[in-house]
C-alpha cells in the first residue's frame, strides 16, 4: 500500500457559504411556493414548493463532506472501501461526502504522550490492560492520524540477560507516523504492534549482554570477546535497540526516532545477593591498592636505610621489620606501638 496524499482540496469555506446559500434559497422557495399555491399560478408554486422541500431534504448531505485539519494532522479517506487517499496539510477541505476516515487506533490509548485527541475527543468508560500498558477506551473516537512525534514509555520488563540474571529493564521510544496508509491498512492496530514491537526488540537485545562487564562475552556477533554491557554501554545498547524496533515497524508506516533506557537495575530477587557480591568485588580492590602501596613504601624504607647507614639489618630482622610494616599499613586501624624501655635486669 503506497500513500497517496490529496492536494487542492482545500475549498471547504466556499462549499460551506454555497450550501448555505442554497438552504436559506430553499426556505425562501418553500414560502413563496406556499403562498403561490393559493394564487392564480399554482404550476410555479407548485414547482417551487418542490424544489425547496427536495433541497431541505437532501441539502444537509454535502456538510459531511467538510473537514477541518490542525497542523500535524492527517485523514485517510476511503470510499466504498476503497483507498482514495490522505489528507496531510492543515486546512477547510471538502471532500466526496460519502468518503469515510480510517483509525483503526483511535481509541487505543497507551502510556504515551499526547494524542491527537487527546483527553476531550470522548467520554472515558473503561480501561483493558494490554501487555502491561494500560489501554484507555472512549465513546468517542477521533478519526484523525497524529503526525506529531509521540514518545512511548513501556512499562518495565524483568528479562535475563546473557549470564541468566534477572534484571528488570524499561525503555521510552520516540516515534511517529511516516506513512499514514501503511499505518492504517498494513497492520490492524500501528500503536499495539508498535508496543509488542518493543517488547520483543528489548528481550532480543538484552539477551545480548551482561548487566555488568564479564569476561568471555561476545556482545558484537563479531567472535571476539569485548566489554560490552547493559550498564556500561547504555548508549549503544539503545542504538541497538531502536534498530530491531525500527526494522520490525518499517512496514507498518512508523518511524523510530530514537529509544532510551529508562530503568536498569538487577531484579529484587537477586538484587541483595549482587549488591554483596559488587561490595565484596570493591573491598578486593581497595586491597589490592592497600597491599601494593604498601609494599612500595616497605621497599623505599628498606632502601633508604641501606643508603644511609644507619642501621645495618640481617636477613631475619629485614624480615621482621618488613612483616611489622606491612601490618601497620594494611590494618584496618591505627597501630597501636609498644615501646620497650628496657629490662629491670
Not at 117 to 145: H, M, R, W
Not at 152 to 176: F, H, M, S
Not at 275 to 287: G, K
Request: charged share 20%.
Amino acid at each position: 500500500m503506497t500513500e497517496k496524499v490529496l492536494n487542492g482540496k482545500k475549498n471547504g469555506m466556499a462549499v460551506l457559504l454555497l450550501t448555505s446559500a442554497l438552504y436559506i434559497a430553499a426556505i425562501a422557495a418553500v414560502i413563496v411556493g406556499g403562498l403561490t399555491l393559493n394564487g392564480d399560478d399554482k404550476a410555479v408554486g407548485a414547482a417551487l414548493l418542490a424544489v425547496g422541500i427536495f433541497w431541505l431534504c437532501v441539502g444537509w448531505i454535502p456538510y459531511c463532506g467538510l473537514r477541518i485539519l490542525k497542523p500535524q494532522e492527517a485523514l485517510v479517506l476511503t470510499l466504498f472501501g476503497k483507498y482514495i487517499g490522505t489528507l496531510k496539510n492543515n486546512g477547510f477541505y471538502f471532500v466526496n461526502p460519502f468518503c469515510t476516515s480510517i483509525n483503526p487506533a483511535a481509541k487505543t490509548k497507551l502510556s504515551q504522550s499526547g494524542d491527537v485527541d487527546g483527553s476531550n475527543s470522548g467520554a472515558s468508560i473503561g480501561s483493558i490492560v494490554l501487555n502491561g500498558q494500560s489501554v484507555g477506551i472512549n465513546t468517542v473516537g477521533d478519526k484523525k492520524i497524529s503526525l506529531k512525534i509521540m514518545t512511548l514509555n513501556n512499562n518495565r520488563q524483568k528479562i535475563n540477560d546473557c549470564l541468566g540474571n534477572p534484571v528488570e529493564i524499561g525503555i521510552a521510544v520516540t516515534w511517529r507516523v511516516a506513512d499514514t496508509a501503511k499505518a492504517v491498512f498494513n497492520v490492524d492496530n500501528y500503536k499495539e504492534f508498535l508496543s509488542l514491537q518493543c517488547d520483543a526488540a528489548l528481550r532480543n537485545i538484552v539477551r545480548i549482554y551482561p548487566y555488568d562487564i564479564a569476561p568471555g562475552i561476545d556482545t558484537t556477533g563479531d567472535g571476539v570477546a569485548d566489554e560490552g554491557s547493559l550498564r556500561g554501554s547504555s548508549e549503544i545498547v539503545a542504538a541497538r535497540i531502536r534498530d530491531e524496533i525500527q526494522e520490525k515497524v518499517g512496514e507498518a508506516g512508523l518511524e523510530i526516532i530514537e529509544a532510551r533506557i529508562t530503568y536498569l537495575a538487577y531484579a529484587p530477587e537477586i538484587a541483595a545477593v549482587m549488591l554483596q557480591r559488587q561490595q565484596a568485588s570493591a573491598i578486593i580492590d581497595a586491597r589490592k591498592m592497600i597491599v601494593d602501596g604498601a609494599v612500595g613504601m616497605v621497599e623505599m624504607a628498606l632502601e633508604r636505610l641501606n643508603e644511609g647507614g644507619m642501621v645495618a639489618l640481617d636477613e631475619e630482622r629485614k624480615a621482621a621489620m618488613v612483616s611489622n610494616l606491612l601490618v601497620v599499613l594494611c590494618g584496618n586501624h591505627d597501630a597501636q606501638p609498644v615501646v620497650n624501655s628496657g629490662s629491670l635486669y
